[in-house]
């Protein structure tokens, strides 16, 4: 197997501050057919099998880029622990939405075609970015989900549950990997409220 190499790309979101991180699995194929990975809730680009899916896919004569969230918790030096807790807490779904059209229009100013594809929270973050800049010059060619999500606001807690939210600025979540608990702001539900009709998926 290839080692990928690690690109990083100016981020146009206003938090965190730092670049993005592609893993970049390029092809010795004469293609511009790119396909851009987006991982999944409580996940990274280093996460699971997705090394190898992206291998595999080099097999068809297309380079495949693994996008890491600016707000999963990883780092350049961990890439494959989620240690940044407090990065963790302050992401939103808008950011990781400016994260992937960021890494979109990196790849079209390289000259490629971009396929869009995301697994369970990253699939509604892929179709909401193939909305987004569908139209444009940036335009993706294709759409690829797995085991996606449907609908980001079912997702919230309700009731007393929502009010314990409201007031201790801490809604807790376990890694059912790795048995971590880790905890969302509540900005990330107000982000969301604010949002909502840029963050529906099936718009």
Excluded at 87 to 98: D, F, I, V
Excluded at 160 to 165: C, G, P, Q, T
Aim: hydrophobic content about 35%.
């Amino acid at each position: 197997m290839q080692h990928p190499r690690t690109i990083s790309i100016a981020k146009e979101s206003e938090s965190p501050a730092r670049n993005l991180r592609l893993q970049a699995h390029r092809t010795a194929e004469d293609s511009k057919t790119a396909v851009l990975f987006l991982h999944g809730y409580k996940g990274y680009a280093d996460w699971g099998c997705w090394d190898l899916m992206c291998e595999a896919l080099m097999g068809f004569s297309v380079h495949a880029f693994r996008l890491d969230f600016s707000g999963n918790g990883t780092s350049a030096e961990t890439p494959g622990d989620i240690h940044d807790l407090e990065s963790w807490s302050r992401n939103t779904y808008r950011q990781e939405l400016q994260d992937a059209i960021a890494a979109v229009q990196s790849l079209r100013r390289q000259g490629y075609e971009v396929i869009l594809m995301g697994h369970s929270r990253g699939g509604g973050i892929a179709t909401i970015t193939a909305a987004t800049l569908r139209g444009t010059m940036n335009a993706v060619k294709g759409l690829v989900l797995l085991a996606s999500v449907s609908d980001f606001a079912r997702r919230f807690p309700k009731g007393e549950a929502l009010e314990r939210w409201r007031s201790t600025n801490r809604w807790e979540v376990k890694n059912g990997r790795t048995g971590e608990t880790y905890h969302h702001k509540f900005q990330f539900y107000t982000d969301f409220l604010r949002h909502q009709d840029l963050l529906d998926i099936r718009r």
